[in-house]
């Protein structure tokens, strides 16, 4: 884990499904990725993410910088904003 990945609070957010609202604003539901464990908010697939699809971004500053999906209080878009 990189100390850039160690900025997760791990509030599993991102890993739940968006929609886009009638506004066209993100909107999380309540339906979480299948490999993320609800409990402990912790990918069962971290290691191999990005090679089982289902849609997972590894999340860079570069990125963080250009999506508007996600949440005000994620840990990584205070670190982008300070």
């Keep these: 884990m990189t100390n850039w990945e160690a900025t997760c609070q791990r509030c599993g957010l991102c ?8 506004r066209g604003r993100f909107v999380t ?8 464990d609800i409990v402990s908010r912790l990918c069962r697939v971290y290691h ?3 090679e089982v699809g289902e849609g997972c971004v590894q999340l860079t500053p570069e990125i963080v ?16 904003d300070a």
């Design 15 to 22: 890993c739940f499904e968006k929609s886009v609202d009638r």
């Design 29 to 36: 539901t309540r339906v979480p990725c299948r490999h993320l």
């Design 48 to 50: 191999k993410r990005l």
């Design 65 to 80: 910088d250009t999506v508007d999906w996600l949440p005000e209080d994620c840990a990584y878009r205070a670190t982008r």
